[in-house]
């Protein structure tokens, strides 16, 4: 990791201020999603048929977003084995919950400003954005000269999309 990133983000990059950040992004999901509910809003496609999706999700994310940090820590740590860097477990969460923090808040002003209909192309772009940031900052975070820049990303990668497929399925 190079001095100039994890100069800022070091604070982060202990276990403990990982996992809070996780669970941070997590109550602002659920608050976004307690407002969109009490706005009388729903989800156009939720993945379970339960009226007012937004207020079961918002019980759902303050774990849930956790637990795929959780997730994706371990499958890194367990691919790279020895070659894992001490500060794998908090990259990979620092890595998912600030882009996904990001994420949120944009959907959150995007909701705020332009309305409900506006969410889902803000999702679609915010999404992007947010994946190319995770993965650009995981990598980063992880690579070093145990660890060269390509098996950094791949494992990343893999450990984020597994990640976000398993919450995919309770998330909208």
């Known amino acids: 990791m190079g ?13 403990a201020a990982s996992r809070a950040l996780l669970v941070l992004v997590g109550l602002g999901w659920a608050a ?4 969109l509910d009490a706005a009388g809003h729903a989800p ?9 999706w937004y207020r079961v999700q918002a019980l759902l994310v303050p774990g849930l977003v956790p637990a795929m940090g959780a997730l994706a820590a371990g499958l890194a740590r367990r691919w790279l084995g020895p070659v894992a860097p001490p500060t794998t477990g908090p990259a990979l969460r ?8 990001a994420f949120i808040a944009g959907d959150a ?13 803000a999702s679609a772009l915010l999404g992007a954005a947010a994946l190319v940031a995770m993965l650009a900052l995981a990598t980063a975070l992880l690579q070093g000269p145990a660890l060269p820049r390509g098996r950094a990303l791949r494992v990343a990668a893999g450990a984020l999309g597994l990640a976000g497929l398993a919450g995919s399925l309770l998330l909208r």
């Open 3 to 15: 001095p100039a990133l994890s100069r800022p983000l070091r604070p982060l990059l202990r276990p």
């Open 32 to 35: 976004l999603c307690l407002a």
């Open 44 to 52: 156009t496609r939720p993945p379970l048929p339960v009226d007012r």
């Open 94 to 101: 620092v890595a998912l919950g600030l882009p996904l923090g």
């Open 109 to 121: 002003l995007a909701w705020g400003i332009f309305g409900h209909a506006a969410m889902a192309p």
